[in-house]
């Protein structure tokens, strides 16, 4: 019944060093890490980075709080908005500041996989289950 939704699903081509598309694959993780219906949390993914092009972490950094209530609106994501807009914010924020906006370069501070995945849950809104969704395609390319 739970059908899980994968990278490919989404039109996103892991490939070693692909920054772009592991920075699309962390965003539709993170949106669909949250108790939110599979099909809502891709569309939000689908508003936010193909429809509005806010495809990188500096972009989605300069996004302002509203107008990603908007973006999560038009998805129908309407439970957590006002958290979920914040959260993405902070999370292309600190994607910039910390590691220059490349989930490469996370890996590349990291230890080994188990210290990467201590450091995306640094991220405000990542927990086990969006770590779980991203890992399960991009360990392939990371690791």
Known sequence: MSKTISAGDLGIQL?????????????????????????????????IVEKRSRDTARKLSGCSHRELVVMLGEAHYVRYDETTAERLRHLGKKLVNEYAGKIGNIQSASEDRKDFEKRLGEFEGVGPKTIEIFMRDAAAVLY
Do not use: H, N, P, T
């Open 15 to 47: 490939k070693k060093g692909d920054e772009s598309a592991l920075f699309k694959w962390f965003i539709a993780s993170f949106l669909m890490g949250k108790r939110i219906q599979r099909d809502i949390a891709a569309e939000a993914y689908r508003v």
